[in-house]
């Protein structure tokens, strides 16, 4: 039995550059920064002042009259439930689905709710900051050094709401769109940090390879940009501390890098059984290839030096995939802008491909997008699509300073046009989780 | 494309009744409670003060010597995962880097993966409360002194010890398991959607063998607090703090927070039998759905995700409803949930609903959150193991509508061909899978 084949049939994104999957690639080819002084909390004081944000996006304004108290999402889920209607209306699908038994007429050739799921690489929400921080500050006793629980408890009770707290958890944000559009195939969520949604990509394509569904809804969402988050990056110094240049502070392979920008925002595709796609007679914007997924068992702070699991990852994707260097025409690079990713990932490519590296062009649209952390994934996979699509790659911006142990072709500072019948895209996680995935386009 | 098989070696469980899985098997045989009045801080100012708490967990016990210092970047849920994956990997007698330094491993790193689901998890609020005297002015948290002063004080590593795949990243270095690795963040779901995603792992040739399960500490007072904010927790049986959590029970109130990891070894079968492995039982079925959850805090009345999950892991499994010898709920004791998982089982089995034994084991070790649906897939395949079912512990009088066979009261032997274990989320998620005797 041939294995079934799994196809692209929707895509949306809400990101630093667009509230769309068309704004955001447009601004990507034009070179444009999403970069800017962060405004969701006062970073004034803080050793990064800069961000990649959503802006003016409200997510109660793209969802239906029935469907209002979804409003109640958390940001990060306002942002993947515009990309999730974004794309599901692209691929056609009835809204909400309908069970097999309700007095609505049948969706036709459209799979019943249960061979429907919903797969993201979906971040925590941002946390409620200020009920948050009022309840340590009432609580502590600096004197004793501890925390008087009674007091702190007071200024939860007084101040905290069940909804907040709820919208934080990691399963929120696939719940609203399970609720939103009444699948009910299988509903995950991952979070294997920068690689998560890569990962839930790759799953989701194994899920319906395997039949287990014939419709995945998957992508991401992350809003990393809040007190703690922009914290707890800064203390690790993988940070960019470009203050006085924030458009320019994303510079990954570039000799004077020095940290990712943190950003925001989604992406989502509608993964679909090749045969279901042709049934429903809808249009097939490319095909998922291949997917691999390892670990480095190295260190949590750092890489392997050798990229073993980089290297083992991409090797793994391109077997799945059946697909040899020679045929790669682009990479989309994790490439976030750090030191030791950079490096690395230069690496892991030149061990791959072999001389061949050289002639593979790669870039990272994290140089223009920040690193959206969970969801950066399904918005390079995205990218990689319409390079497909439209043939031209989009652009590494900032790399003005060659770096000797990066010099491979990053497609510096201008889109350039090429013809792109098959692409990669990395992601490595924090930790030590590779993934990457092929996808090609599609033949027929 | 034929799949593989996959057979559980090992099983390990870390809960209020202890480490490993025998303390965890006695703790049910005896009757025992994890759960206790919380001694991890002082619960008194809170409503509900009962808690799964997992005693004098060190983690350095159950790490080689070369990895103590890295023990330092774990918070208690990446410390469970830990402990519980190193008794889980001891348990299959499989030699890797962590569980024998200084021989050689029995596995090929390329070939053996993890799959540890994790929760939300909580910072440690004392610790932040040191930094933020730093930033405190009037009497209020001021951003620009935090900037300035306050954040200075926190470890550089910080962020490392909260991120919810360090559960995953820790198990992969410390046993050098370089195969597939992810970390699933779906709530009380979490713990068996992990084995459920590592089972078709390996069913497809991805590895030959993964560590899979969840864990979580829920007994802090965020964790507390949250339960309690959504309302599911019990505030009644304080003082008998045993007593509190009573799945199925006409007398629940709601549940407590438990922490505590549930890990399982799945490997593919003819690795098991080339190494002589013990083999506890076969995965043979895993499906998963979701529930339409009303504004994402009330239950789907007749829980048909519940059904749907377990009818795909029944149909995969190739397994009539007449033969299961037991269901593992979910059993939160959160009376509307268990009333509705109770419909949606019942809808499943069909006519053979009222003949089905069923069990849950929150009442014995709290509700572990990530951990909770592995620690219950972990209870199915001993239970295989032992043919013996447990009671629904601080079940005594099985509401009325229930309509199943909830085992309550002692424990009994039974011969055992197939169990199956449940879980949902009040999100929505739901899952299932068929463990079956393993015959060649």
């Not at chain 1, 918005?379 to 790399?399: F, K, S, Y």
Request: proline share 6%.
């Amino acid at each position: 039995m041939t294995r079934r084949r799994v196809v692209i049939t929707g895509m949306g994104a809400v990101t630093p550059l667009g509230h769309s999957v068309e704004q955001t690639w447009r601004n990507l080819l034009a070179g444009r920064s999403g970069v800017g002084p962060t405004t969701v909390f006062d970073a004034g004081s803080f050793p990064t002042r800069f961000s990649a944000e959503v802006r003016g996006f409200d997510a109660a304004r793209v969802l239906p009259p029935e469907a209002r108290w979804h409003a109640q999402a958390g940001r990060h889920s306002g942002f993947l439930i515009g990309a999730a209607l974004e794309a599901w209306k692209q691929a056609g699908l009835p809204f909400p689905l309908s069970e097999p038994a309700s007095s609505r007429p049948a969706d036709g050739p459209c799979p019943a709710p249960e061979r429907v799921g919903v797969y993201l690489g979906a971040g925590e929400g941002p946390l409620d900051f200020d009920p948050f921080i009022a309840a340590v500050v009432n609580g502590w006793r600096a004197e004793r050094h501890e925390m008087d629980w009674p007091a702190w408890v007071a200024t939860v009770l007084a101040r905290m709401s069940a909804v907040r707290e709820l919208e934080q958890e990691p399963n929120m944000p696939g719940a609203h769109l399970a609720q939103l559009f009444k699948v009910r195939g299988p509903c995950v969520s991952c979070l294997t940090a920068c690689a998560a949604s890569t990962q839930a990509l790759g799953e989701a394509t194994e899920l319906i390879r395997g039949g287990d569904a014939d419709i995945m809804v998957t992508g991401g969402t992350h809003s990393m940009i809040h007190p703690l988050g922009v914290m707890g990056f800064n203390r690790l110094t993988a940070l960019s501390r470009r203050n006085d240049q924030p458009e320019q502070a994303s510079r990954p392979f570039d000799a004077e890098r020095d940290g990712f920008v943190v950003a925001e925002g989604a992406g989502v595709v509608i993964l679909e059984e090749l045969d279901c796609a042709r049934r429903r007679g809808v249009k097939v914007w490319a095909e998922m290839l291949g997917y691999g997924s390892t670990a480095d068992a190295f260190r949590v702070t750092d890489q392997h030096e050798t990229g073993r699991g980089g290297i083992a990852a991409v090797r793994q994707a391109l077997a799945d995939a059946g697909v040899g260097i020679a045929d790669v025409d682009y990479i989309s690079a994790h490439g976030t802008g750090t030191k030791e990713n950079d490096s690395i990932e230069t690496l892991v490519i030149k061990a791959v491909f072999g001389p061949r590296a050289y002639r593979v062009p790669v870039s990272s649209v994290k140089s223009m997008l920040g690193h959206l952390i969970a969801a950066a994934g399904v918005v390079e996979l995205i990218t990689c699509v319409l390079a497909i699509r439209d043939g031209v790659l989009p652009p590494t911006i900032n790399l003005t300073n060659p770096d000797p142990q990066c010099d491979l072709d990053y497609v510096p500072n201008k889109a350039r046009p090429a013809n792109v019948k098959v692409a990669l895209s990395n992601s490595f996680g924090f930790g030590g989780q590779n993934n990457t995935v092929v996808v090609g386009r599609f033949a027929g | 494309m034929t799949k593989r098989r996959v057979v559980v070696t090992g099983v390990g469980v870390v809960s209020g009744l202890g480490a490993g899985q025998g303390a965890y098997w006695a703790g049910l045989r005896a009757g025992r409670s994890g759960v206790r009045r919380i001694t991890s801080f002082d619960p008194g100012g809170f409503p509900s003060q009962a808690g799964g708490e997992v005693p004098d967990l060190a983690v350095n016990q159950w790490v080689p010597k070369a990895y103590r210092k890295a023990a330092k970047l774990m918070s208690r849920d990446i410390a469970l995962a830990v402990a519980a994956a190193d008794t889980a990997i001891r348990d299959a007698g499989i030699k890797t880097k962590g569980t024998a330094p200084d021989e050689t491993p029995d596995l090929d790193p390329m070939r053996s993966g993890v799959n540890i689901g994790a929760g939300l998890i909580c910072c440690d609020l004392v610790e932040l409360g040191a930094a933020v005297e730093h930033a405190v002015e009037d009497g209020r948290f001021s951003f620009a002194k935090w900037g300035r002063e306050g954040m200075e004080a926190m470890t550089p590593l910080w962020l490392l010890k909260y991120l919810p795949n360090m559960l995953g990243c820790h198990v992969s270095i410390i046993h050098d398991l370089q195969g597939p690795n992810n970390s699933i963040t779906c709530a009380e779901a979490s713990g068996l959607l992990a084995v459920g995603e590592a089972f078709r792992t390996i069913q497809r040739g991805g590895a030959e063998v993964m560590v899979a399960g969840g864990a979580e500490c829920r007994v802090t007072p965020l964790g507390l607090i949250r339960q309690w904010l959504l309302k599911r927790l019990s505030t009644r049986h304080n003082d008998r703090p045993a007593e509190a959590c009573r799945p199925f029970d006409a007398a629940a109130d709601g549940g407590v927070v438990g922490e505590g990891a549930g890990i399982v070894v799945l490997e593919e079968l003819e690795h098991a039998q080339r190494r002589g492995a013990r083999i506890y039982g076969e995965v043979k079925g895993f499906g998963a759905s979701n529930n339409f959850v009303e504004g994402l805090v009330a239950p789907e009345p007749e829980s048909r995700g519940t059904t749907i999950a377990l009818q795909k892991a029944l149909a995969e499994a190739r397994v009539e409803a007449g033969a299961l010898g037991l269901v593992v709920a979910h059993g939160s004791a959160v009376p509307a949930e268990d009333r509705a998982e109770a419909r949606g089982i019942a809808s499943a089995l069909g006519r053979h609903a009222a003949q089905t034994p069923l069990t849950a084991t929150k009442g014995y070790v709290g509700n572990c959150g990530a951990g909770a649906a592995a620690v219950d897939l972990a209870t199915a395949v001993l239970v295989l193991e032992a043919e013996w079912l447990p009671p629904v512990r601080n079940c005594t009088s099985p509401t009325a509508n229930c309509g199943l066979q909830v085992v309550h009261g002692p424990g009994r032997a039974a011969a055992l061909g197939h169990v199956v274990s449940c879980c949902h989320t009040y999100g929505g998620q739901t899952a299932a899978m068929v463990v079956s005797r393993w015959t060649q």
